[in-house]
């Protein structure tokens, strides 16, 4: 049977686990997060350099068909590592947390006690109420917000693989106006 000192040591192990393990989480998202700006900075780069170039790019489509691509596998990568990393993190998280509760309970943290003041009995309250500790599923929301930004890069790559497309193709064809480009290995 071990003794309080050692269940309290136990209970501190775990508390320490699970802020360990948390903060890794954070970092993980963080870090997916900011290679996911940093992609869209990229994106924003290259559609500037097709809609306002010195001289017009040969080969728009397969351009904006490429950066289409890359992004797709580029920000499904990004979020794919992200959710695998902070759900393993998560699980190493919620099983101290679990450990935590139940070195706690063996405390007595969980039981209501009483005592007695100036003769009076006085019933105490539980010090620890919650037993869900590490449980909780607020890493489920980051990842889902950090798959929306894959995604909604990726869609907004899409978009402009498409309209660069119908601009091209509309070039192509002779027709002229200010959102048109100049069809491709043509210099004004």
């Not at 870090?31 to 170039?53: E, K």
């Not at 679990?98 to 539980?126: F, H």
Request: charged share 20%; with cysteine; glycine share 8%.
């Amino acid at each position: 049977m071990p003794t309080e000192e050692i269940l309290r040591e136990n209970k501190r192990e775990c508390f320490d686990g699970m802020r360990a393990y948390h903060q890794s989480e954070i970092s993980h998202a963080n870090h997916a997060i900011t290679m996911l700006l940093a992609m869209a900075a990229a994106i924003g780069a290259v559609v500037v350099a097709i809609l306002f170039p010195d001289s017009p790019p040969d080969h728009v489509r397969e351009i904006a068909w490429g950066l289409f691509g890359v992004v797709v596998i580029l920000g499904g990568t990004i979020a794919a590592t992200a959710h695998i990393k902070i759900s393993g993190d998560h699980a190493v998280y919620a099983n101290f947390g679990a450990e935590y509760v139940k070195t706690s309970e063996r405390l007595g943290l969980y039981e209501r006690s009483s005592t007695t003041k100036d003769e009076k009995p006085i019933e105490l309250d539980a010090i620890k109420t919650n037993r869900a500790i590490g449980q909780g599923t607020g890493y489920k929301l980051t990842q889902r917000i950090i798959w929306a930004f894959a995604g909604v890069l990726a869609a907004l790559s899409l978009f402009f693989a498409v309209t660069i497309s119908c601009i091209a193709r509309d070039a192509q064809q002779g027709a002229q106006g200010p959102t048109s480009l100049p069809s491709a290995g043509t210099r004004p």
